[in-house]
């Protein structure tokens, strides 16, 4: 079920690619549930599908529309007419731990599908999405937000470019080092692993980085 769909973050837009010999149904649920886990990350991101038929087109369209997603159907145009006529999967191969692209929009997203090993680097003007864990020494450092969707212990930087809106969410987060926007805060040296829930880091109105339960409903969190 794991590789029904697929989210690819490109310069254009986001291209989600539907495995054709899954059943529908289960394209449908593993769209819904990464959909889910990314809730409202995505919102306003420009989207359009690769190998899916008219009439399952419209069932997904809806399903990314309910998150916030944009409807773009000429972004595989543009990708294939693009210099590179392929999506590059950054990270795909060990030696590519440093990915630096200055010619992007801070509305891109680029998708690691896998962990961050110590030493490893990411460089991003936009969006970057790991669905795996952030070890301890490695780094990720984007104009954006972040998202990991396992555990964080390295070091982040969210909203690298100033962006004081920029958000970090991860399923347990324990940096080494937190920065968003200007702003920076350490873990303390007798830090352990939190709960096994996610949480969000964000910019309070005197730029004091909070940390609080993601998607909880009460106002107060924790200072990091």
């Not at 145009?77 to 693009?82: R, V």
């Not at 937000?145 to 964080?152: D, E, K, R, S």
Request: glycine share 8%; net charge neutral; with cysteine.
């Amino acid at each position: 079920m794991n590789d029904a769909v697929s989210i690819k973050g490109t310069r254009h837009g986001l291209l989600i690619l539907v495995d054709p010999n899954s059943d529908f149904e289960e394209i449908k649920q593993n769209l819904y549930k990464k959909m889910e886990a990314a809730r409202g990350f995505f919102k306003g991101a420009k989207f359009a599908f690769s190998q899916v038929d008219n009439e399952q087109s419209r069932a997904l369209e809806e399903i990314c529309q309910q998150y916030g997603l944009i409807y773009q159907p000429d972004i595989k145009d543009k990708i294939n007419n693009s210099p590179v006529n392929s999506v590059k999967t950054p990270l795909d191969k060990a030696q590519e731990t440093d990915i630096k692209a200055s010619d992007t929009k801070d509305t891109d997203t680029l998708l690691v599908k896998r962990s961050l090993r110590s030493g490893q680097q990411i460089h991003y003007p936009g969006h970057v999405v790991v669905l795996g864990d952030v070890h301890a020494g490695a780094e990720i450092l984007a104009y954006g937000n972040v998202l990991v969707m396992g555990a964080c212990r390295g070091v982040v930087h969210a909203g690298a470019n100033g962006n004081q809106a920029a958000r970090v969410i991860a399923h347990r987060l324990c940096p080494a080092q937190l920065r968003i926007g200007t702003s920076i805060a350490c873990a303390p040296s007798d830090s352990q692993d939190h709960a096994n829930y996610p949480e969000i880091a964000y910019l309070s109105k005197d730029s004091q980085i909070i940390v609080e339960y993601y998607n909880s409903r009460r106002p107060a969190g924790r200072t990091a």
